[in-house]
């Protein structure tokens, strides 16, 4: 009977991150990832939540007065409690389609910079969203293990994770963490700076996922070297005379837009490195960092790191998965990993 239920485990793993949250199974790996969005109707002063995940996504920015699309996740924390619950309820039940499973153990990744209320407020929503009991782990530790770095080894690791909203910058030895540095600054921040640049130079407005396609199609940490670089058509409203306007954006443009959040990412990792033990700073020396999270695929962030710290810098091979995979190995090896998991209630 035990390796049968062995064969159904529920106990899971999350990436509560701010863009996306990704459900990893023990035993059968990453078997969700929705965008952290949910979609909800006010009534009575009581919320309905309409739709969770991808769908809910689809209403940002485009919902009628009576509705509400958000994002209950803000830098990496919860940002409004109730919603958080709901959305956590409805990926632990799609995830779960039997209702017969036991209560999973849950293990559920923080950012370093997390305040113990905002810990306490994670795992509380994981406890009323129906898990069994709830574990937290550092973030850069659970990067570091989905990027298949040897963490448990005497010498040291860099590792930069640019999330949503925040980018973690961790030196780790021996399985934990030696120096680590949260600053809130992450894809969210660089829509923002796309957004603003825009309104100021170019006198139009677009929306956060215009923004976020920029980035992803033509967004750059470094200027082109022929000093416009690739192009694209975006759509936005004229902020002089109200209408739609189409423009036609250059990288170089959005170089330019992105070039505080690039350098406070460069700060934090320069800082770091001066933080670091000098045998640690070493073994960095030999190893180079690796980049995680989806902030690490806007173009040419490795070179400017490069550029920055003379130090080698890689990108993790499944970058986007990299700390739902880690806190998902955490689970699966939680024997040998029982030290970075935190139950205390």
Not at 21 to 38: A, C, D, F, H, Q
Not at 294 to 303: I, K, S
């Amino acid at each position: 009977m035990s390796s049968l239920s062995g064969l159904f485990s529920s106990d899971m793993a999350i990436d509560l991150g701010t863009a996306n949250t990704l459900v990893y199974v023990k035993g059968r790996g990453i078997v969700l990832n929705e965008p952290s969005v949910v979609a909800f109707h006010v009534k009575d002063g009581r919320k309905q939540v309409l739709a969770v995940g991808e769908d809910a996504k689809l209403m940002l920015g485009r919902t009628p007065g009576s509705i509400q699309a958000i994002r209950p996740m803000r830098q990496g924390v919860i940002a409004d409690f109730d919603v958080a619950e709901e959305m956590i309820k409805h990926f632990i039940r799609k995830v779960h389609k039997r209702t017969t499973f036991s209560k999973p153990k849950i293990i559920v990744c923080v950012p370093h910079g997390a305040t113990p209320v905002e810990k306490r407020a994670i795992r509380q929503s994981v406890i009323s969203a129906g898990g069994r009991k709830a574990g937290l782990i550092a973030e850069p530790i659970a990067a570091a293990i989905g990027a298949g770095m040897p963490i448990t080894d005497p010498t040291g690791s860099m590792v930069v994770d640019v999330g949503g909203g925040t980018t973690e910058v961790a030196v780790l030895s021996l399985g934990d963490i030696v120096y680590a540095r949260s600053v809130r600054v992450g894809g969210d921040s660089m829509d923002e700076a796309i957004i603003n640049y825009l309104r100021r130079q170019q006198n139009i407005l677009i929306g956060d996922a215009t923004a976020e396609r920029i980035k992803t199609t033509i967004g750059s940490a470094r200027m082109p070297s022929d000093g416009r670089g690739q192009s694209m058509l975006i759509r936005g409203r004229d902020l002089v005379n109200g209408v739609p306007r189409e423009v036609e954006i250059t990288q170089a443009q959005i170089a330019e837009a992105l070039s505080d959040p690039v350098q406070a990412i460069c700060e934090a990792v320069m800082t770091a490195l001066e933080t670091t033990p000098p045998d640690l700073a070493a073994d960095i020396v030999d190893r180079g960092v690796m980049l995680t999270g989806g902030g690490a695929l806007l173009g040419e962030l490795d070179l400017a790191l490069r550029e920055r710290t003379g130090l080698a810098v890689s990108i993790a091979d499944e970058t986007l998965n990299c700390v739902a995979l880690g806190t998902g190995k955490a689970m699966e090896y939680e024997k040998q990993l029982r030290h970075v998991i935190d139950y205390e209630s």
